[in-house]
């Protein structure tokens, strides 16, 4: 008997079984007779500088290691409770899945690099080779990092490394019309021209794997002072021990009786499949472009952001259940009007939507620091901002913008919803954005760490990327764009329906 050649799977936001180039390398390996690894080991980190980790401490009078997960600028919380959840449920969900085809998914708690480095280290110990560690590149100034000190870690063990392109978004990166960064044109619709038909654009998806190599016979403990979660309720409650439930708020806004999620969804891939084909098989495909701006409700948009944020689903998945409607291919839908009748206005506008995602994406490779500064992609240190740390006057405004208590309702409606349910619809995020930055001038920073915090949908590409928009210092052609707040309502609810539902002060008005 061969003495075990481990590979090692590092997941990050490529959390599915299926589409998954890393797993599909694997099964395609499997094929030929002579393996080069004999075990797969998949971990995932839940990364100490990114949420906070000290819930997972093996004792309530231990101390972490690591310093608080908190955003640079104003210090909150990097990730909030309803994106923990989605997360944990997310990767509980892919342990699942890999465990039903003869693997699983090793949860770690520490940073990226270093529990990498310990596990080399370990194996090394117990003289078992490591045939290498896989994982897929994602962009950002932290992920880059993760990147840098995995290799390094797999250099000072004598291993492989090796980095596959991240294949979630809708057009893959190999087919871009152009290799350099930089060449990213700095306007969304000369992007898009370069790559119309976005039909025609995406490649086929990858099947997902039927078996996998098992665990290795051993393999290291999570390191101390944490604890290794047995279970995802485990896992949540970790996550969720050290948020306090105001978040930091002096005064949070109160749950609104009857007040129903936009969001009332969960993680995992397994999950978001079920979306997609209730998105088809409800007809909720051909009206997006009409209802793509509704605000009450879970099927007026798709709903799709915070699968694909975590790599559950991705856009190419989408845009092939697209395909299967439009073209009469599978039994999906066939009872929906437009099933088998091409291209309409709404699957058309949903493939619009994901090369927006696409293009961020891109951005953050070109610009990379660039994203989190206050003078974003356009180096543009000319505006005067407000800060709240030097006036007090400031941080009120900044405490009652977050509390949901401007004065301007559909502003108000949106934090509330945001606090209590990790969503607000894009329409309303805009106006949300465009109102910290335009009309109260003060750092769009802080509403990009708000949202940072408490987004279950939260991208790190797509969130930055859109407040330095609606800010003026990213990617729009129109610098002066300003959304009107109070028209904004008055032309997407004119009834006043979904304000109401958020702030029940307003209830007792006459529509």
């Given at each position: 008997?061969s003495?075990?050649?481990?590979?090692?799977?590092?997941?990050?936001?490529d959390?599915r079984v299926?589409?998954?180039?890393?797993?599909?390398?694997?099964?395609?390996?499997?094929?030929?007779?002579?393996l080069p690894?004999?075990?797969?080991?998949?971990?995932?980190v839940f990364?100490?500088?990114?949420?906070e980790?000290?819930?997972f401490?093996s004792?309530?009078s231990?101390r972490?290691?690591?310093p608080e997960a908190r955003?640079?600028?104003a210090?909150?919380?990097?990730c909030?409770?309803?994106?923990?959840?989605?997360l944990?449920?997310s990767?509980?969900?892919?342990?699942?899945?890999?465990?039903?085809?003869g693997?699983?998914?090793?949860?770690?708690?520490g940073?990226?690099?270093?529990v990498?480095k310990?596990i080399?280290?370990?194996f090394?110990k117990?003289?078992?080779?490591?045939?290498?560690?896989?994982?897929?590149?994602?962009?950002?100034v932290?992920?880059?990092?993760?990147?840098?000190?995995?290799?390094?870690?797999?250099?000072?063990?004598?291993?492989?490394?090796?980095?596959?392109?991240?294949?979630?978004y809708?057009?893959?990166?190999?087919?871009v019309p152009?290799?350099d960064?930089r060449?990213?044109?700095?306007?969304?619709?000369?992007?898009?021209?370069?790559?119309?038909?976005?039909?025609?654009?995406p490649?086929?998806?990858?099947?997902?794997p039927s078996?996998?190599l098992p665990?290795?016979?051993?393999f290291p403990?999570q390191?101390?002072?944490?604890?290794?979660p047995?279970?995802?309720e485990?896992?949540?409650?970790?996550?969720l021990?050290p948020?306090?439930s105001?978040?930091?708020l002096?005064?949070?806004?109160?749950?609104?009786p009857?007040?129903?999620?936009?969001?009332?969804f969960?993680?995992?891939?397994?999950?978001g499949h079920?979306?997609i084909?209730h998105l088809?098989?409800?007809?909720?495909i051909?009206?997006?472009?009409d209802?793509r701006?509704g605000?009450?409700g879970?099927?007026?948009?798709?709903?799709?952001?915070?699968?694909l944020?975590?790599?559950?689903?991705?856009a190419?998945?989408?845009?092939?259940?697209?395909v299967?409607?439009?073209?009469g291919?599978?039994?999906?839908?066939?009872d929906?009007?437009?099933y088998?009748?091409?291209?309409?206005k709404?699957?058309?506008a949903?493939?619009f939507?994901?090369?927006?995602?696409?293009?961020?994406?891109?951005?953050?490779r070109?610009f990379?620091p660039?994203?989190?500064?206050?003078g974003?992609?356009?180096n543009d240190e000319?505006?005067?901002w407000?800060?709240p740390?030097?006036?007090p006057?400031i941080?009120h405004k900044?405490d009652?913008?977050?509390?949901?208590?401007?004065?301007t309702g559909?502003?108000?409606?949106?934090m509330?919803e945001?606090?209590h349910?990790g969503?607000?619809?894009?329409?309303l995020?805009?106006?949300?954005?465009s109102f910290?930055?335009?009309?109260?001038?003060i750092?769009?920073?802080?509403?990009a760490e708000?949202?940072?915090?408490?987004?279950?949908?939260?991208?790190?590409s797509?969130?930055?990327?859109?407040?330095?928009?609606?800010?003026g210092?990213?990617?729009d052609?129109?610098?002066?764009r300003?959304?009107?707040?109070v028209?904004?309502a008055?032309?997407?609810?004119?009834?006043?329906?979904?304000?109401?539902?958020?702030?029940p002060e307003?209830?007792?008005?006459?529509?």
């Amino acid at each position: 008997m061969s003495s075990p050649r481990v590979l090692i799977y590092l997941l990050r936001r490529d959390l599915r079984v299926a589409d998954n180039p890393i797993l599909h390398e694997i099964s395609r390996t499997l094929q030929h007779s002579n393996l080069p690894f004999t075990h797969l080991l998949p971990v995932y980190v839940f990364a100490a500088q990114q949420l906070e980790v000290s819930g997972f401490l093996s004792s309530d009078s231990g101390r972490s290691p690591f310093p608080e997960a908190r955003s640079t600028t104003a210090g909150f919380w990097r990730c909030g409770p309803h994106r923990a959840k989605f997360l944990a449920e997310s990767v509980w969900s892919v342990k699942k899945s890999l465990a039903a085809i003869g693997s699983g998914v090793e949860i770690r708690v520490g940073l990226v690099g270093q529990v990498v480095k310990d596990i080399l280290n370990a194996f090394k110990k117990e003289n078992m080779e490591v045939f290498g560690v896989w994982m897929t590149e994602e962009e950002g100034v932290e992920e880059k990092r993760e990147e840098r000190d995995v290799r390094e870690a797999t250099k000072e063990a004598g291993t492989r490394f090796r980095l596959f392109a991240d294949e979630k978004y809708f057009i893959d990166d190999r087919d871009v019309p152009f290799k350099d960064p930089r060449d990213l044109p700095d306007v969304f619709t000369t992007y898009r021209k370069q790559v119309e038909p976005l039909r025609e654009a995406p490649r086929n998806v990858l099947p997902a794997p039927s078996k996998l190599l098992p665990f290795p016979p051993s393999f290291p403990p999570q390191a101390a002072p944490f604890i290794q979660p047995a279970t995802l309720e485990e896992t949540i409650t970790c996550l969720l021990k050290p948020l306090s439930s105001n978040l930091g708020l002096s005064s949070p806004p109160v749950l609104p009786p009857k007040a129903k999620s936009a969001h009332p969804f969960h993680g995992g891939e397994i999950n978001g499949h079920i979306r997609i084909r209730h998105l088809v098989t409800s007809g909720c495909i051909n009206t997006y472009q009409d209802t793509r701006n509704g605000m009450l409700g879970a099927d007026f948009s798709t709903k799709l952001s915070a699968w694909l944020a975590l790599g559950c689903v991705t856009a190419r998945q989408v845009h092939h259940y697209l395909v299967d409607f439009e073209e009469g291919r599978s039994q999906l839908g066939k009872d929906v009007e437009g099933y088998g009748k091409g291209e309409n206005k709404g699957t058309a506008a949903i493939r619009f939507e994901l090369l927006w995602r696409d293009y961020f994406h891109l951005a953050t490779r070109k610009f990379g620091p660039r994203l989190f500064r206050i003078g974003g992609f356009k180096n543009d240190e000319s505006y005067a901002w407000q800060y709240p740390e030097k006036d007090p006057e400031i941080q009120h405004k900044v405490d009652r913008f977050l509390e949901g208590k401007t004065g301007t309702g559909f502003i108000d409606a949106s934090m509330r919803e945001l606090f209590h349910t990790g969503y607000t619809s894009n329409r309303l995020r805009q106006n949300v954005a465009s109102f910290l930055a335009k009309h109260l001038g003060i750092d769009w920073r802080i509403g990009a760490e708000w949202y940072e915090s408490l987004l279950c949908d939260y991208d790190l590409s797509n969130n930055w990327g859109n407040w330095q928009y609606l800010a003026g210092v990213g990617n729009d052609p129109r610098e002066a764009r300003v959304f009107n707040p109070v028209k904004q309502a008055h032309d997407y609810d004119p009834e006043g329906a979904y304000v109401k539902n958020w702030v029940p002060e307003l209830r007792p008005l006459d529509d």
